[in-house]
């Protein structure tokens, strides 16, 4: 009786399983990007040193099966960080005229270069925008939601650039 149990959950575990891949689904893994990229050097001279930006964006070339240069040079594609801007708007205030929401604005710009093989990927700019309700009674616990939101913006922003390098491979 015990063995027709484990036959019957091991059954439907392979239906489960067929099911999601007859589906479409797939663990996401490492991006297929362009041959021409195979060895990059990242140049996040354009950004701000303490955003964590290129540091995250290497993380994922690496784990792609990119190998990162030290330096830029005619042999290795580079990848340019520009642009990077932060910034906050008011979209609503309460009656006594204070800010009770804001969107927050993430903005990118990238390109990449590779000149042996030709291949050239032109400005690309991503911009991310979240909506952040302002809490008056609790001004720290908002700047730390700001800075959480900052952050979740730019694993996507990464996400996003990766997505559009895997697109012109």
């Known amino acids: ?13 392979v239906s489960l399983l067929l099911l999601l891949t007859g589906c479409g689904f797939q663990m996401r893994g490492a991006y297929q990007l ?8 990242v140049d996040a001279s354009g950004i ?19 190998k990162i240069a030290d330096s830029e040079s005619d042999e290795v594609a580079v990848l340019t960080l520009s642009k990077e801007q932060k910034t906050k708007r008011i979209i609503s205030v ?18 990449v270069k590779a000149v042996s093989s030709e291949f050239e990927i032109t400005d690309q700019e991503i911009r991310i925008d979240r909506d952040f309700v302002f809490d008056t009674e609790d001004v720290l616990g908002n700047s730390r939601e700001e800075s ?11 996400r996003l650039i990766m997505l559009r ?5």
Do not use: H, W
């Open 148 to 158: 959480r939101l900052y952050e979740e913006m730019q694993v996507d922003v990464i």
């Open 165 to 169: 390098l895997q697109s012109q491979g």
């Open 48 to 66: 701000a040193e303490g955003s964590g930006l290129s540091r995250i964006l290497i993380r994922r070339l690496k784990a792609s099966d990119i």
């Open 94 to 111: 309460d009656s006594r005229g204070r800010a009770r929401e804001y969107t927050l604005t993430y903005t990118i710009s990238f390109n």
């Open 34 to 41: 362009p041959a021409a990229m195979q060895t990059t050097y």
């Open 1 to 13: 009786m015990k063995r027709i149990g484990q036959y019957f959950s091991a059954a439907i575990l």
